[in-house]
């Protein structure tokens, strides 16, 4: 299942982005999540980042390593996600984490 969202309010906290697209796809291994920014970046979590994700209590942080080596510091502040990408200071987007759990 894919789903792009127009997102107004954060286009004023990470520049130019226009679009946030979210992904969601089942597989035998697992279920894979990825937030795309436009052209710029991608987020990609698998199943055993979503575990240890998804477990973040309010004001809790955790740190994971994608598939394309880039390292993802996440912060939850109760409703929202923050991603931090420790080696690209503007590669940050804040994601509901209702729009990551899977229907």
């Not at 710029?40 to 979503?50: A, G, L, Q, R």
């Not at 390593?65 to 912060?75: F, G, I, L, S």
């Not at 590669?91 to 209702?98: A, M, N, P, T, Y």
Request: charged fraction near 35%; glycine fraction near 6%; include cysteine.
């Amino acid at each position: 299942m894919t789903r792009a969202i127009l997102v107004k309010d954060l286009k004023r906290k990470m520049g130019d982005f226009d679009q946030i697209e979210i992904r969601k796809e089942k597989y035998g291994w697992g279920n894979l999540r990825v937030i795309s920014v436009g052209i710029s970046f991608s987020v990609v979590i698998h199943p055993e980042n979503w575990e240890k994700i998804s477990k973040l209590k309010k004001g809790e942080s955790a740190f994971f390593k994608d598939e394309q080596n880039a390292r993802w510091d996440v912060k939850f502040d109760g409703k929202n996600f923050a991603f931090a990408d420790r080696d690209c200071h503007s590669c940050k987007v804040e994601v509901r984490k209702s729009e990551l759990l899977m229907n």
